[in-house]
Structure formats: C-alpha cells, structure tokens
C-alpha cells in the first residue's frame, strides 16, 4: 500500500503566506511601509528603535509591533517613547511572529495616521528568517560584541535581509571584532545588501539610517 505523508509544516507555512499577502494588501492599501527587525538576542534592536522613536516618530508616524519570548519589556520601553500605541506579542515560547499575530496587531492601529510600520522580531536568527509576515523588507541587525562570521552561520537571514545595520560601532576599540570581514562575509551571502553603522548609544551614524528611514516612509499624512 502506497503511503503520502502531508507534512504539517508545508500546510502551516502556506497558510502563513496567505495571512502576509493579507497584512501586506492591508499595509499597501493605507500607503505603509513595514520593517520586519531581525537579530540575535542583545544586538541593540530595541535601543535603535528608541533612538528612531525619539527622532522621527511623529514626524513619519511610525507604530510598532514587538515580539518576545516571555515579558514584554521592550514593548515597555518602546511605550516610553511614542504616545502612538504599541503593541505587544507575547509568543509564549515561540522563537519568531507570524503573519496571523501581525494581522491581528493592525487591528489597533491607526493605519490612516502611520506612514511606517516596525515589527520587531523575537531575537533569533534561525526561525524569522522563514516566515513572511507581510513586511516591504527585512533589516538583520548585528552588534560588533557578536562574531563576525555570524552571516555564515546563519546566511538564511542574511540572504533574506535587504538591509543590515552593524550597532554598537563605539564598542569598536575594545571588542576584537573586524568590521571589513563582517561586511565581506554579509556579501558574501546576499551581494545586495546596504549596510548602516550605527551606535544607537552614542548617536554615531544615526542620521543616515534616518535619512533611509524618511526616504522609505509612505506619504506625508494629511493635516
């Protein structure tokens, strides 16, 4: 007798690939372009996000959706600096978001007053990379207090990525870390990739990611 195995995750990813066409109809439709933050546990990723929420959150009206293991600490902290609503996913365990989470968070958002949407990921490089929650990009975020080598270690993210920011650029001198390897080995894996080094500590490189970020936005919103 003849045996067809249904694998269950084939059927989970396609019905999380329907569920980002929907989020991403939902975000073209209001003119929002959406950010999909991706690291390592400690790359910086919600202290960036702070310095970008401190700078230009009401200027491109941008909201949030974090994404955490167990608390939500970072949806706290992002909530100190933003009077704009974020929102919270707690995943109880589950290394990454998916697209049926980020639907439901669009539901308490204002899509008519937000011209740039952030998801910040859970911190991990393995399991994100696979799934499409409805974002224009994904930005892999790497700290210099990681390993160089860390794009070959996990290329799926970083092949899939569009940008990379390298944080924590003012650890530089104390840190044994070679930011031309990083950078050749990131090429190495996706050609294509435009890099921004930043301190979100100390400001260092900042005004050019904002300057991406302003020209990324969606249109002005209307007074």
């Known amino acids: ?27 073209a ?32 009206g941008i909201a949030v ?22 929102q919270a996913v707690v995943t109880g365990g589950a290394c990454h978001l998916d697209a ?5 968070a669009l539901d308490a958002i204002d899509l008519r007053q937000t011209r740039l949407l952030f998801v910040e990921n859970v911190g991990n490089l393995v399991c994100p990379a696979s799934w499409d929650l409805g974002e224009s990009a994904k930005i892999v975020v790497l700290s210099v207090t990681e ?13 899939n990525a569009r940008h990379a920011v390298i944080n924590k650029i003012d650890l530089l001198p104390h840190v044994d870390f070679d930011l031309d390897q990083a ?3 990131a090429r190495e894996v996706n050609p294509e990739l435009q890099f921004f080094l930043t301190s979100a500590r100390t400001g260092e490189g900042l005004e050019r990611w904002f ?6 936005a969606g249109a002005p919103l209307a007074v």
């Open 29 to 60: 439709a209001s003119g929002v372009t959406a950010f999909n933050l991706v690291s390592s546990p400690g790359s910086g990723k919600t202290s960036l996000l702070e310095r970008t929420l401190d700078a230009l959150g009401e200027e491109l």
């Open 100 to 104: 049926s989470q980020v639907l439901s």
């Open 147 to 159: 390993g160089e080598d860390k794009p070959l270690k996990y290329p799926k993210m970083f092949r």
């Open 183 to 185: 950078i050749a080995f």
């Open 211 to 216: 300057d991406f970020l302003r020209s990324q």
């Open 65 to 86: 959706v974090t994404g955490d293991v167990q608390t939500q600490n970072d949806a706290d902290r992002l909530a100190r600096r933003t009077s704009r609503l974020v």
């Open 1 to 27: 007798m003849a045996i067809r195995t249904i694998e269950v995750r084939e059927r989970v990813m396609a019905r999380n690939d329907a569920l980002a066409a929907e989020v991403r109809e939902r975000l």
